[in-house]
Protein backbone atom coordinates (compact mmCIF):
# COMPACT_ATOMS: atom_id res chain seq x y z
CA UNK A 1 0.00 0.00 0.00
CA UNK A 2 2.95 2.07 0.61
CA UNK A 3 4.02 1.47 -2.29
CA UNK A 4 0.59 2.62 -4.38
CA UNK A 5 0.95 5.77 -1.99
CA UNK A 6 4.41 6.88 -2.98
CA UNK A 7 3.90 6.11 -6.53
CA UNK A 8 0.89 8.24 -6.66
CA UNK A 9 0.85 9.71 -9.57
CA UNK A 10 2.02 12.66 -9.27
CA UNK A 11 -1.41 14.46 -9.88
CA UNK A 12 -0.20 17.98 -8.94
CA UNK A 13 2.04 17.13 -11.94
CA UNK A 14 -0.26 16.11 -13.88
CA UNK A 15 -2.62 19.21 -13.06
CA UNK A 16 0.44 21.51 -13.62
CA UNK A 17 0.78 20.17 -17.01
CA UNK A 18 -2.57 20.28 -17.95
CA UNK A 19 -2.53 24.17 -16.76
CA UNK A 20 0.54 24.55 -18.76
CA UNK A 21 -0.76 23.13 -21.96
CA UNK A 22 -4.27 24.43 -21.96
CA UNK A 23 -3.32 27.83 -20.87
CA UNK A 24 -0.46 27.86 -23.66
CA UNK A 25 -3.43 26.62 -26.21
CA UNK A 26 -6.36 28.60 -25.12
CA UNK A 27 -5.10 32.32 -24.73
CA UNK A 28 -7.25 33.60 -27.54
CA UNK A 29 -10.56 31.14 -27.26
CA UNK A 30 -13.35 31.64 -25.42
CA UNK A 31 -14.79 29.87 -22.40
CA UNK A 32 -17.83 29.13 -23.81
CA UNK A 33 -16.18 27.29 -26.57
CA UNK A 34 -14.41 25.23 -23.81
CA UNK A 35 -17.83 23.12 -22.91
CA UNK A 36 -20.80 22.34 -25.21
CA UNK A 37 -23.84 24.27 -25.08
CA UNK A 38 -26.11 20.97 -25.26
CA UNK A 39 -26.02 17.33 -24.16
CA UNK A 40 -23.04 15.20 -25.77
CA UNK A 41 -23.34 11.63 -26.18
CA UNK A 42 -20.86 9.36 -26.89
CA UNK A 43 -20.11 6.00 -28.02
CA UNK A 44 -16.99 4.15 -26.59
CA UNK A 45 -14.69 1.73 -27.39
CA UNK A 46 -12.02 0.63 -25.24
CA UNK A 47 -9.50 -1.66 -25.97
CA UNK A 48 -8.11 -2.08 -22.46
CA UNK A 49 -5.22 -4.23 -20.95
CA UNK A 50 -6.16 -5.64 -18.04
CA UNK A 51 -2.62 -6.70 -15.24
CA UNK A 52 -3.20 -7.70 -11.26
CA UNK A 53 -1.12 -8.94 -8.62
CA UNK A 54 -1.36 -10.16 -5.51
CA UNK A 55 1.78 -9.57 -3.81
CA UNK A 56 4.09 -11.38 -5.46
CA UNK A 57 1.74 -13.47 -7.44
CA UNK A 58 1.13 -11.90 -11.01
CA UNK A 59 -1.32 -13.79 -13.63
CA UNK A 60 -0.65 -13.31 -17.47
CA UNK A 61 -1.94 -9.96 -19.02
CA UNK A 62 -5.76 -10.13 -20.26
CA UNK A 63 -6.83 -7.80 -23.17
CA UNK A 64 -10.13 -7.24 -22.84
CA UNK A 65 -12.16 -5.30 -25.45
CA UNK A 66 -15.08 -2.66 -23.74
CA UNK A 67 -17.77 -0.70 -25.58
CA UNK A 68 -19.71 1.51 -23.91
CA UNK A 69 -21.92 4.83 -23.74
CA UNK A 70 -20.74 8.39 -21.87
CA UNK A 71 -23.23 11.11 -21.60
CA UNK A 72 -23.02 14.84 -20.53
CA UNK A 73 -25.62 17.37 -20.29
CA UNK A 74 -25.96 20.66 -18.89
CA UNK A 75 -28.33 21.55 -15.59
CA UNK A 76 -29.83 25.04 -15.11
CA UNK A 77 -26.18 26.87 -13.88
CA UNK A 78 -24.26 26.76 -17.02
CA UNK A 79 -20.62 25.98 -15.74
CA UNK A 80 -22.63 22.91 -13.69
CA UNK A 81 -23.22 19.19 -15.97
CA UNK A 82 -24.01 15.81 -15.37
CA UNK A 83 -21.48 12.94 -16.57
CA UNK A 84 -21.85 9.43 -16.74
CA UNK A 85 -19.93 6.72 -18.43
CA UNK A 86 -20.55 2.62 -18.97
CA UNK A 87 -18.43 0.59 -20.58
CA UNK A 88 -18.78 -3.19 -20.63
CA UNK A 89 -16.86 -6.09 -21.49
CA UNK A 90 -17.67 -7.63 -24.95
CA UNK A 91 -17.23 -10.87 -23.72
CA UNK A 92 -19.89 -11.17 -21.47
CA UNK A 93 -21.19 -9.18 -18.70
CA UNK A 94 -19.12 -11.41 -16.00
CA UNK A 95 -16.09 -9.63 -17.07
CA UNK A 96 -14.37 -6.36 -16.81
CA UNK A 97 -16.79 -3.23 -16.54
CA UNK A 98 -16.90 -0.09 -15.01
CA UNK A 99 -19.79 2.66 -14.15
CA UNK A 100 -19.16 6.43 -13.48
CA UNK A 101 -21.99 9.34 -12.91
CA UNK A 102 -20.93 12.34 -11.56
CA UNK A 103 -20.95 16.27 -11.93
CA UNK A 104 -18.48 18.93 -13.34
CA UNK A 105 -17.98 22.22 -12.29
CA UNK A 106 -15.87 24.30 -15.29
CA UNK A 107 -14.22 27.07 -15.07
CA UNK A 108 -13.29 28.38 -18.20
CA UNK A 109 -10.67 25.45 -19.27
CA UNK A 110 -10.36 23.62 -16.21
CA UNK A 111 -13.13 21.65 -14.81
CA UNK A 112 -13.83 20.15 -11.13
CA UNK A 113 -15.08 16.79 -11.18
CA UNK A 114 -16.85 14.40 -8.34
CA UNK A 115 -18.49 11.24 -9.17
CA UNK A 116 -19.27 7.71 -7.95
CA UNK A 117 -17.63 4.79 -9.40
CA UNK A 118 -18.10 0.91 -9.69
CA UNK A 119 -15.41 -1.24 -10.69
CA UNK A 120 -14.98 -4.95 -11.03
CA UNK A 121 -11.59 -6.72 -10.62
CA UNK A 122 -9.98 -9.74 -11.56
CA UNK A 123 -8.54 -12.26 -9.18
CA UNK A 124 -4.78 -13.06 -9.64
CA UNK A 125 -5.09 -16.47 -9.23
CA UNK A 126 -7.69 -17.55 -12.13
CA UNK A 127 -6.87 -14.53 -14.06
CA UNK A 128 -10.75 -13.97 -14.14
CA UNK A 129 -13.08 -11.95 -12.93
CA UNK A 130 -14.12 -11.87 -8.88
CA UNK A 131 -17.79 -11.50 -9.51
CA UNK A 132 -17.76 -8.68 -6.96
CA UNK A 133 -17.90 -5.30 -7.33
CA UNK A 134 -16.33 -2.07 -5.78
CA UNK A 135 -17.10 1.26 -5.24
CA UNK A 136 -15.84 4.23 -4.80
CA UNK A 137 -16.17 8.27 -4.69
CA UNK A 138 -13.86 9.57 -7.33
CA UNK A 139 -13.14 13.59 -7.44
CA UNK A 140 -10.17 15.07 -9.50
CA UNK A 141 -9.95 17.36 -12.84
CA UNK A 142 -10.11 17.86 -16.34
CA UNK A 143 -8.84 20.47 -18.76
CA UNK A 144 -9.43 20.89 -22.17
CA UNK A 145 -7.54 22.87 -24.54
CA UNK A 146 -8.50 24.03 -28.13
CA UNK A 147 -5.57 23.60 -30.72
CA UNK A 148 -6.23 27.04 -32.07
CA UNK A 149 -8.58 27.36 -34.92
CA UNK A 150 -8.26 23.62 -36.00
CA UNK A 151 -11.41 21.91 -34.15
CA UNK A 152 -8.96 19.35 -32.36
CA UNK A 153 -9.37 19.72 -28.67
CA UNK A 154 -6.98 18.51 -26.66
CA UNK A 155 -8.09 17.02 -22.88
CA UNK A 156 -5.94 15.48 -20.04
CA UNK A 157 -8.21 14.29 -16.74
CA UNK A 158 -6.87 13.12 -13.33
CA UNK A 159 -9.16 11.07 -10.74
CA UNK A 160 -8.12 10.00 -6.97
CA UNK A 161 -10.38 7.04 -5.76
CA UNK A 162 -11.70 7.25 -2.14
CA UNK A 163 -13.57 3.65 -1.17
CA UNK A 164 -16.95 3.56 0.22
CA UNK A 165 -16.73 0.23 1.33
CA UNK A 166 -14.29 0.74 4.22
CA UNK A 167 -14.14 -2.81 5.71
CA UNK A 168 -13.20 -4.33 2.54
CA UNK A 169 -9.73 -2.54 1.99
CA UNK A 170 -7.01 -1.46 4.48
CA UNK A 171 -6.24 1.48 5.95
CA UNK A 172 -5.18 3.43 3.25
CA UNK A 173 -7.67 6.39 2.21
CA UNK A 174 -7.10 6.35 -1.53
CA UNK A 175 -7.30 3.32 -2.95
CA UNK A 176 -6.60 4.25 -6.28
CA UNK A 177 -6.28 6.62 -9.13
CA UNK A 178 -6.66 7.02 -12.95
CA UNK A 179 -5.62 9.40 -15.69
CA UNK A 180 -6.76 9.27 -19.01
CA UNK A 181 -5.65 12.32 -21.93
CA UNK A 182 -7.09 12.65 -25.05
CA UNK A 183 -7.51 14.31 -28.73
CA UNK A 184 -11.27 14.74 -29.74
CA UNK A 185 -11.72 16.52 -33.47
CA UNK A 186 -14.96 18.43 -33.63
CA UNK A 187 -15.94 19.92 -37.33
CA UNK A 188 -16.94 23.34 -37.55
CA UNK A 189 -20.19 22.37 -39.62
CA UNK A 190 -20.96 19.16 -37.85
CA UNK A 191 -22.07 18.81 -34.65
CA UNK A 192 -20.39 15.39 -34.28
CA UNK A 193 -16.44 14.81 -32.10
CA UNK A 194 -14.23 11.84 -32.44
CA UNK A 195 -12.22 11.16 -29.86
CA UNK A 196 -8.86 8.89 -29.75
CA UNK A 197 -7.51 8.96 -26.08
CA UNK A 198 -5.78 7.10 -23.81
CA UNK A 199 -6.75 5.70 -20.37
CA UNK A 200 -4.47 4.42 -17.25
CA UNK A 201 -6.70 3.31 -14.05
CA UNK A 202 -4.79 1.76 -11.31
CA UNK A 203 -6.75 1.09 -7.70
CA UNK A 204 -6.18 -1.68 -5.08
CA UNK A 205 -9.68 -4.11 -4.37
CA UNK A 206 -10.00 -6.56 -1.86
CA UNK A 207 -6.21 -6.89 -1.70
CA UNK A 208 -6.13 -7.24 -5.47
CA UNK A 209 -4.15 -4.50 -7.16
CA UNK A 210 -5.01 -4.05 -10.86
CA UNK A 211 -3.82 -1.67 -13.42
CA UNK A 212 -6.22 -1.06 -16.39
CA UNK A 213 -4.52 0.48 -19.71
CA UNK A 214 -6.85 1.35 -22.61
CA UNK A 215 -6.64 3.10 -25.76
CA UNK A 216 -9.82 4.21 -26.34
CA UNK A 217 -12.24 5.53 -29.38
CA UNK A 218 -15.46 7.16 -29.11
CA UNK A 219 -18.06 8.83 -31.65
CA UNK A 220 -19.86 11.29 -30.46
CA UNK A 221 -22.66 14.10 -31.15
CA UNK A 222 -23.27 17.32 -29.56
CA UNK A 223 -27.21 17.70 -29.72
CA UNK A 224 -27.11 21.36 -29.81
CA UNK A 225 -23.95 22.13 -31.45
CA UNK A 226 -20.96 23.50 -30.04
CA UNK B 1 -94.06 -1.13 -83.28
CA UNK B 2 -97.99 0.34 -83.92
CA UNK B 3 -98.53 0.11 -80.36
CA UNK B 4 -95.11 1.38 -79.17
CA UNK B 5 -96.44 4.26 -80.85
CA UNK B 6 -99.76 4.33 -79.32
CA UNK B 7 -97.86 4.23 -76.10
CA UNK B 8 -96.00 7.00 -76.45
CA UNK B 9 -99.08 9.45 -78.20
CA UNK B 10 -100.65 10.67 -75.01
CA UNK B 11 -96.96 12.01 -73.21
CA UNK B 12 -96.46 13.69 -76.51
CA UNK B 13 -99.42 15.55 -76.83
CA UNK B 14 -99.17 16.94 -73.53
CA UNK B 15 -95.56 18.08 -74.02
CA UNK B 16 -96.61 19.59 -77.17
CA UNK B 17 -99.67 21.31 -75.39
CA UNK B 18 -97.21 22.72 -72.67
CA UNK B 19 -94.68 24.12 -75.44
CA UNK B 20 -97.80 26.17 -77.26
CA UNK B 21 -98.55 27.47 -73.73
CA UNK B 22 -95.31 28.47 -72.83
CA UNK B 23 -94.88 29.92 -75.77
CA UNK B 24 -98.11 32.08 -76.17
CA UNK B 25 -97.27 32.74 -72.76
CA UNK B 26 -93.96 34.67 -73.30
CA UNK B 27 -95.54 36.14 -76.11
CA UNK B 28 -98.48 37.63 -74.21
CA UNK B 29 -95.76 39.24 -71.70
CA UNK B 30 -93.55 40.97 -74.74
CA UNK B 31 -96.87 42.18 -76.12
CA UNK B 32 -98.11 43.77 -72.60
CA UNK B 33 -94.09 44.83 -71.70
CA UNK B 34 -93.69 46.85 -75.39
CA UNK B 35 -97.10 48.67 -74.49
CA UNK B 36 -95.78 49.78 -71.57
CA UNK B 37 -92.58 51.03 -72.64
CA UNK B 38 -94.88 52.54 -75.63
CA UNK B 39 -97.15 54.51 -73.29
CA UNK B 40 -94.00 55.83 -71.45
CA UNK B 41 -92.46 58.62 -73.34
CA UNK B 42 -88.54 58.57 -73.32
CA UNK B 43 -87.12 60.24 -70.40
CA UNK B 44 -84.88 62.71 -72.54
CA UNK B 45 -88.11 63.91 -74.36
CA UNK B 46 -90.20 64.24 -71.15
CA UNK B 47 -86.89 66.24 -69.89
CA UNK B 48 -87.04 68.18 -72.99
CA UNK B 49 -90.74 69.12 -72.19
CA UNK B 50 -90.06 70.34 -68.99
CA UNK B 51 -87.10 72.61 -70.08
CA UNK B 52 -89.42 73.73 -72.09
CA UNK B 53 -92.38 74.49 -69.37
CA UNK B 54 -89.85 75.65 -67.25
CA UNK B 55 -88.84 78.43 -69.92
CA UNK B 56 -92.40 79.36 -70.20
CA UNK B 57 -92.76 79.43 -66.08
CA UNK B 58 -94.72 76.33 -65.99
CA UNK B 59 -93.43 75.24 -62.86
CA UNK B 60 -96.27 73.07 -61.40
CA UNK B 61 -96.71 71.39 -65.18
CA UNK B 62 -92.64 70.67 -64.60
CA UNK B 63 -92.75 69.03 -61.43
CA UNK B 64 -95.62 66.69 -62.46
CA UNK B 65 -93.62 65.46 -65.31
CA UNK B 66 -90.77 65.07 -63.35
CA UNK B 67 -92.67 63.34 -60.47
CA UNK B 68 -94.38 61.43 -63.26
CA UNK B 69 -91.02 60.49 -64.84
CA UNK B 70 -89.37 59.22 -61.32
CA UNK B 71 -92.54 56.84 -60.77
CA UNK B 72 -91.83 55.05 -64.43
CA UNK B 73 -90.57 51.88 -64.31
CA UNK B 74 -87.77 53.02 -67.09
CA UNK B 75 -84.11 53.57 -65.46
CA UNK B 76 -82.60 56.96 -66.06
CA UNK B 77 -78.88 57.37 -67.02
CA UNK B 78 -76.87 59.46 -65.01
CA UNK B 79 -76.85 62.35 -67.22
CA UNK B 80 -80.87 62.01 -66.86
CA UNK B 81 -81.04 62.09 -63.42
CA UNK B 82 -78.32 65.54 -63.02
CA UNK B 83 -80.33 67.18 -65.92
CA UNK B 84 -83.91 66.20 -64.31
CA UNK B 85 -83.02 66.97 -60.68
CA UNK B 86 -81.60 70.51 -61.81
CA UNK B 87 -84.96 71.20 -63.66
CA UNK B 88 -86.73 70.28 -60.93
CA UNK B 89 -84.65 72.29 -58.07
CA UNK B 90 -85.23 75.27 -60.64
CA UNK B 91 -89.17 74.88 -61.15
CA UNK B 92 -89.16 74.26 -57.11
CA UNK B 93 -87.09 77.78 -56.80
CA UNK B 94 -88.05 79.76 -59.79
CA UNK B 95 -87.01 83.76 -59.12
CA UNK B 96 -90.63 84.44 -58.66
CA UNK B 97 -90.98 84.98 -54.94
CA UNK B 98 -94.67 83.31 -55.41
CA UNK B 99 -93.85 80.30 -57.31
CA UNK B 100 -90.56 79.71 -54.86
CA UNK B 101 -90.66 76.39 -52.43
CA UNK B 102 -87.38 76.18 -51.04
CA UNK B 103 -87.85 72.93 -49.00
CA UNK B 104 -88.79 71.36 -51.80
CA UNK B 105 -86.17 72.45 -53.98
CA UNK B 106 -83.61 71.34 -51.63
CA UNK B 107 -84.61 67.61 -51.70
CA UNK B 108 -83.52 67.29 -55.68
CA UNK B 109 -80.32 69.82 -55.05
CA UNK B 110 -79.44 67.14 -52.46
CA UNK B 111 -79.99 64.28 -55.06
CA UNK B 112 -77.74 66.44 -56.89
CA UNK B 113 -74.58 67.36 -55.11
CA UNK B 114 -74.95 63.27 -54.14
CA UNK B 115 -74.15 62.45 -57.98
CA UNK B 116 -72.02 64.93 -58.61
CA UNK B 117 -70.51 66.86 -55.41
CA UNK B 118 -68.95 69.56 -57.94
CA UNK B 119 -71.92 70.44 -59.87
CA UNK B 120 -72.65 73.96 -61.11
CA UNK B 121 -76.15 75.03 -62.39
CA UNK B 122 -75.92 75.42 -66.16
CA UNK B 123 -76.31 79.27 -67.38
CA UNK B 124 -80.12 79.04 -68.25
CA UNK B 125 -81.26 77.50 -64.94
CA UNK B 126 -78.79 79.73 -63.07
CA UNK B 127 -79.92 82.33 -60.53
CA UNK B 128 -78.36 83.44 -57.37
CA UNK B 129 -80.76 82.20 -55.33
CA UNK B 130 -80.91 78.91 -56.75
CA UNK B 131 -76.99 78.86 -56.48
CA UNK B 132 -77.36 80.02 -52.64
CA UNK B 133 -79.75 77.48 -52.23
CA UNK B 134 -77.33 74.55 -54.13
CA UNK B 135 -74.24 75.97 -51.71
CA UNK B 136 -76.25 75.45 -48.59
CA UNK B 137 -77.43 71.52 -50.30
CA UNK B 138 -73.54 70.99 -50.56
CA UNK B 139 -72.99 72.31 -47.31
CA UNK B 140 -75.06 69.81 -45.33
CA UNK B 141 -74.41 66.82 -47.52
CA UNK B 142 -71.09 64.86 -47.21
CA UNK B 143 -70.77 63.44 -50.77
CA UNK B 144 -67.88 62.13 -52.56
CA UNK B 145 -67.66 60.17 -56.01
CA UNK B 146 -64.62 58.90 -57.90
CA UNK B 147 -63.79 59.34 -61.36
CA UNK B 148 -61.94 56.89 -62.95
CA UNK B 149 -61.41 56.74 -66.25
CA UNK B 150 -61.49 52.82 -67.21
CA UNK B 151 -58.37 51.71 -68.35
CA UNK B 152 -54.87 53.31 -67.06
CA UNK B 153 -51.44 52.59 -68.20
CA UNK B 154 -48.74 52.41 -65.05
CA UNK B 155 -45.19 52.59 -65.18
CA UNK B 156 -42.72 53.22 -62.92
CA UNK B 157 -42.21 56.87 -63.75
CA UNK B 158 -45.44 57.36 -64.98
CA UNK B 159 -48.30 57.10 -61.85
CA UNK B 160 -51.94 57.12 -62.88
CA UNK B 161 -54.22 59.48 -61.16
CA UNK B 162 -58.13 59.22 -59.95
CA UNK B 163 -59.50 62.18 -59.49
CA UNK B 164 -62.07 62.28 -56.24
CA UNK B 165 -63.96 65.01 -55.01
CA UNK B 166 -66.16 66.26 -51.65
CA UNK B 167 -69.02 68.13 -51.58
CA UNK B 168 -66.74 69.34 -48.47
CA UNK B 169 -63.27 69.35 -47.07
CA UNK B 170 -61.99 65.63 -46.53
CA UNK B 171 -58.68 64.08 -46.00
CA UNK B 172 -58.53 61.21 -48.80
CA UNK B 173 -56.25 57.95 -48.45
CA UNK B 174 -56.41 55.72 -51.75
CA UNK B 175 -55.25 52.34 -50.58
CA UNK B 176 -55.28 48.87 -52.89
CA UNK B 177 -55.39 45.38 -51.82
CA UNK B 178 -54.13 42.62 -54.07
CA UNK B 179 -56.66 39.61 -53.87
CA UNK B 180 -54.57 37.26 -54.79
CA UNK B 181 -52.50 37.49 -51.55
CA UNK B 182 -53.81 40.10 -49.51
CA UNK B 183 -51.16 42.62 -48.94
CA UNK B 184 -52.96 46.02 -48.96
CA UNK B 185 -50.67 49.34 -50.38
CA UNK B 186 -51.25 52.94 -49.34
CA UNK B 187 -50.63 54.75 -52.32
CA UNK B 188 -51.67 57.91 -51.75
CA UNK B 189 -53.05 60.59 -48.88
CA UNK B 190 -54.24 63.74 -48.51
CA UNK B 191 -55.11 66.35 -45.90
CA UNK B 192 -58.24 68.71 -46.28
CA UNK B 193 -59.38 69.37 -49.81
CA UNK B 194 -62.53 69.15 -51.63
CA UNK B 195 -61.27 67.97 -55.05
CA UNK B 196 -58.16 66.23 -55.35
CA UNK B 197 -56.19 63.83 -57.91
CA UNK B 198 -54.95 60.49 -56.41
CA UNK B 199 -51.96 58.90 -57.81
CA UNK B 200 -51.43 55.32 -58.11
CA UNK B 201 -47.97 53.96 -58.56
CA UNK B 202 -47.07 50.46 -60.09
CA UNK B 203 -43.83 50.04 -58.12
CA UNK B 204 -42.27 52.52 -55.58
CA UNK B 205 -38.48 52.24 -57.20
CA UNK B 206 -37.69 49.27 -54.27
CA UNK B 207 -40.86 47.02 -53.63
CA UNK B 208 -44.01 46.55 -56.07
CA UNK B 209 -46.93 48.02 -55.37
CA UNK B 210 -49.17 46.65 -58.04
CA UNK B 211 -48.09 43.00 -59.65
CA UNK B 212 -50.39 41.31 -62.32
CA UNK B 213 -53.97 40.40 -61.36
CA UNK B 214 -57.17 41.14 -59.36
CA UNK B 215 -56.92 44.47 -56.73
CA UNK B 216 -58.91 46.17 -54.70
CA UNK B 217 -58.65 49.94 -54.96
CA UNK B 218 -60.27 51.87 -51.59
CA UNK B 219 -60.90 55.53 -51.33
CA UNK B 220 -61.21 56.64 -47.66
CA UNK B 221 -62.58 59.93 -47.11
CA UNK B 222 -62.98 61.62 -43.98
CA UNK B 223 -65.08 64.51 -43.33
CA UNK B 224 -63.10 67.23 -41.70
CA UNK B 225 -65.84 69.29 -40.00
CA UNK B 226 -67.71 66.51 -38.77
CA UNK B 227 -65.61 63.28 -38.85
CA UNK B 228 -67.99 61.17 -41.36
CA UNK B 229 -65.95 59.08 -43.33
CA UNK B 230 -66.80 57.34 -46.38
CA UNK B 231 -65.47 54.59 -48.39
CA UNK B 232 -65.32 54.21 -52.14
CA UNK B 233 -64.64 50.77 -53.77
CA UNK B 234 -63.79 49.22 -57.02
CA UNK B 235 -62.00 46.23 -58.25
CA UNK B 236 -59.58 46.55 -61.18
CA UNK B 237 -57.41 43.89 -63.35
CA UNK B 238 -53.65 44.82 -63.43
CA UNK B 239 -51.60 42.75 -66.63
CA UNK B 240 -48.72 43.25 -68.00
CA UNK B 241 -45.26 41.71 -67.33
CA UNK B 242 -43.44 40.48 -64.23
CA UNK B 243 -42.49 42.38 -61.64
CA UNK B 244 -39.13 43.48 -61.59
CA UNK B 245 -36.75 41.26 -58.93
CA UNK B 246 -34.28 44.34 -57.47
CA UNK B 247 -31.44 42.57 -55.56
CA UNK B 248 -30.33 44.35 -52.81
CA UNK B 249 -26.52 44.74 -52.56
CA UNK B 250 -24.73 44.05 -49.67
CA UNK B 251 -23.46 46.47 -47.35
CA UNK B 252 -19.75 47.53 -47.92
CA UNK B 253 -17.59 45.51 -45.44
CA UNK B 254 -13.94 47.01 -45.18
CA UNK B 255 -11.16 44.17 -46.37
CA UNK B 256 -8.77 42.67 -43.57
CA UNK B 257 -6.07 40.71 -43.01
CA UNK B 258 -5.23 38.48 -40.87
CA UNK B 259 -1.65 37.53 -39.34
CA UNK B 260 -0.25 34.71 -36.87
CA UNK B 261 1.71 35.51 -34.32
CA UNK B 262 5.07 33.45 -33.73
CA UNK B 263 3.81 33.75 -29.92
CA UNK B 264 0.50 32.23 -30.98
CA UNK B 265 2.18 29.60 -33.00
CA UNK B 266 4.63 28.79 -29.66
CA UNK B 267 1.39 28.70 -27.91
CA UNK B 268 -0.46 26.24 -29.91
CA UNK B 269 3.12 24.00 -30.32
CA UNK B 270 3.52 23.99 -26.92
CA UNK B 271 0.19 23.48 -25.60
CA UNK B 272 0.67 20.14 -28.10
CA UNK B 273 3.89 19.27 -26.42
CA UNK B 274 2.77 19.50 -23.29
CA UNK B 275 -0.55 17.36 -23.96
CA UNK B 276 1.26 14.63 -25.57
CA UNK B 277 4.30 14.74 -22.81
CA UNK B 278 1.47 14.50 -20.31
CA UNK B 279 0.25 10.93 -22.44
CA UNK B 280 3.33 9.48 -22.32
CA UNK B 281 4.09 10.25 -18.59
CA UNK B 282 0.61 8.38 -17.71
CA UNK B 283 1.41 5.51 -18.95
CA UNK B 284 5.11 5.51 -17.81
CA UNK B 285 5.49 7.09 -14.66
CA UNK B 286 2.29 6.66 -13.42
CA UNK B 287 1.74 2.61 -13.03
CA UNK B 288 1.67 0.27 -10.02
CA UNK B 289 4.95 -0.16 -8.33
CA UNK B 290 6.01 -3.56 -7.35
CA UNK B 291 5.37 -7.09 -8.92
CA UNK B 292 3.31 -5.06 -11.62
CA UNK B 293 5.96 -2.58 -12.39
CA UNK B 294 8.85 -5.44 -12.92
CA UNK B 295 6.36 -7.86 -14.59
CA UNK B 296 5.40 -5.78 -17.49
CA UNK B 297 6.52 -2.85 -19.39
CA UNK B 298 4.70 0.30 -20.25
CA UNK B 299 1.86 0.62 -22.50
CA UNK B 300 3.39 1.66 -25.76
CA UNK B 301 -0.10 2.37 -26.88
CA UNK B 302 0.22 5.84 -25.49
CA UNK B 303 2.77 7.20 -27.84
CA UNK B 304 0.05 6.70 -30.48
CA UNK B 305 -1.92 9.56 -28.84
CA UNK B 306 1.31 11.56 -28.03
CA UNK B 307 1.86 11.30 -31.57
CA UNK B 308 -1.53 12.36 -32.56
CA UNK B 309 -1.63 15.18 -30.62
CA UNK B 310 1.84 16.17 -31.62
CA UNK B 311 0.10 15.75 -35.12
CA UNK B 312 -2.80 18.15 -34.37
CA UNK B 313 -0.68 20.62 -33.04
CA UNK B 314 1.52 21.01 -36.36
CA UNK B 315 -1.95 21.10 -38.45
CA UNK B 316 -3.28 23.25 -35.88
CA UNK B 317 -0.34 25.95 -36.59
CA UNK B 318 -1.36 25.51 -40.44
CA UNK B 319 -4.82 26.17 -39.75
CA UNK B 320 -4.64 28.81 -37.74
CA UNK B 321 -6.59 32.25 -38.76
CA UNK B 322 -5.19 33.81 -36.24
CA UNK B 323 -6.50 38.19 -35.75
CA UNK B 324 -7.79 40.25 -38.15
CA UNK B 325 -6.87 43.32 -38.50
CA UNK B 326 -8.19 45.95 -41.14
CA UNK B 327 -6.47 46.36 -44.06
CA UNK B 328 -3.89 48.88 -45.28
CA UNK B 329 -5.44 52.05 -47.09
CA UNK B 330 -4.73 51.62 -50.62
CA UNK B 331 -6.27 47.69 -49.76
CA UNK B 332 -9.10 49.36 -48.50
CA UNK B 333 -9.53 52.15 -51.39
CA UNK B 334 -9.21 49.40 -54.06
CA UNK B 335 -11.87 47.70 -52.30
CA UNK B 336 -13.90 50.44 -52.08
CA UNK B 337 -13.84 51.46 -55.85
CA UNK B 338 -15.01 48.05 -56.73
CA UNK B 339 -17.41 48.20 -54.33
CA UNK B 340 -19.08 51.15 -55.89
CA UNK B 341 -18.49 50.30 -59.21
CA UNK B 342 -20.84 46.97 -58.70
CA UNK B 343 -23.16 49.09 -56.64
CA UNK B 344 -23.35 51.62 -59.72
CA UNK B 345 -24.31 48.28 -62.27
CA UNK B 346 -26.91 46.99 -60.03
CA UNK B 347 -28.09 50.34 -59.85
CA UNK B 348 -28.12 50.96 -63.43
CA UNK B 349 -29.62 47.05 -64.00
CA UNK B 350 -32.56 48.10 -61.87
CA UNK B 351 -33.11 50.80 -63.00
CA UNK B 352 -33.55 49.26 -66.88
CA UNK B 353 -35.76 46.55 -65.34
CA UNK B 354 -37.73 49.46 -63.64
CA UNK B 355 -38.45 51.32 -66.74
CA UNK B 356 -39.83 48.26 -68.40
CA UNK B 357 -42.57 47.42 -65.74
CA UNK B 358 -45.55 48.60 -67.03
CA UNK B 359 -48.95 47.43 -65.73
CA UNK B 360 -52.64 48.34 -67.59
CA UNK B 361 -55.36 48.69 -64.54
CA UNK B 362 -58.93 47.77 -66.01
CA UNK B 363 -61.40 49.31 -63.46
CA UNK B 364 -64.67 47.06 -62.99
CA UNK B 365 -67.63 49.38 -63.17
CA UNK B 366 -68.01 51.36 -59.95
CA UNK B 367 -69.42 50.37 -56.44
CA UNK B 368 -69.91 52.49 -53.64
CA UNK B 369 -69.59 51.83 -49.86
Not at chain 1, 6 to 19: F, Q
Not at chain 1, 168 to 190: F, H, K, M, N, Q
Not at chain 2, 83 to 90: F, S
Not at chain 2, 108 to 137: I, M, N, T
Request: hydrophobic share 45%; with cysteine.
Amino acid sequence: MTALRSSMPPAAVLLAVALLGAGASTTSLRAQTMEPRGPVLAVLAHQARVRSALGDLVPPERSVPQLGLEVSAPTFWRPLRVTGRLLRSTRGADDLHSLDAGVLLSVRFISLEAAYASRRSYSPESGLAHGRTAEFARAGFRARAGVGSSGFIMHLRGNAYVPTQRAAVAEDEIEGWDAESGLTYVPRSLPVTATLGYRLERFRIFGVEQEVSALTFALGVALLGR
Amino acid sequence: MPNNILRLRPPLAAFICALAFTSMLAAARAAQAQDAAAATPRAAETIALMRADLVAKRYVAVIERGNALLSSPRPLSRDEQMELWQVLAAAYYPPEVAAQRPDSAMLPLDALVRLAPDVKLPQSFSWPGLDSLLERSRSRVFAVVTRPVSEYAVSTTEPAYLTVVATRPARFRLTTISLASGVATVQDSTDARRDVMLRIRAHDGVRTLISPGRHELRVWAEDVSTGDTTVLVHHFTASGGAPPAIAAVPAFVPPTTSTVSTARRGAIVLGGLAFAGATVAIANGARAEGALRREYRADTRALIVGAAMVGAAVTGIFMERGRSRPADEETVRRARAEYDARVTAAEAAARTRLARYRVTLRIDPMEDR
